[in-house]
C-alpha cells in the first residue's frame, strides 16, 4: 500500500521514498501527472529520470478523461497534509 502525502516541496513537484509519495500541490504542476511519474519510480527503481518522465507523459497522455479521474480519485482519497 503506498502512502501519499501533500506537501510543499522546493524545487520539484514530487518525492519518493520507499511506499511513500509525496505530491507539491504548490506548484503548477499537474498532479496526476506527478503521481503517475513517482508511481513509476516506486515500481521501477531503476530507470532513469529520463525514462521515467517519457513513460510518464505516455501514459498520461493515453488515459481518457474517466481514467484521469481515476488517478486523482486514487490520489486525493487519502488528503493528508
Ligand atoms: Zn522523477
Redesign the pocket.
Known amino acids: 500500500m503506498v502512502r501519499v502525502l501533500f506537501k510543499k516541496l522546493r524545487g520539484c513537484h514530487g518525492q519518493q521514498e520507499g511506499k511513500t509519495i509525496w505530491v507539491n500541490l504548490a506548484t503548477r504542476a499537474n498532479p496526476g501527472h506527478t503521481f503517475i ?1 513517482e508511481q513509476l ?1 516506486l515500481k521501477n527503481p531503476t530507470w532513469s ?1 529520463t525514462r ?2 517519457k513513460e510518464t507523459t505516455a501514459i498520461w497522455k493515453k488515459l481518457d478523461v474517466k481514467q484521469r479521474l481515476k488517478v486523482y480519485k486514487k490520489l486525493f482519497r487519502g488528503g493528508k497534509k
Open positions: 511519474h519510480h529520470e521515467v518522465r
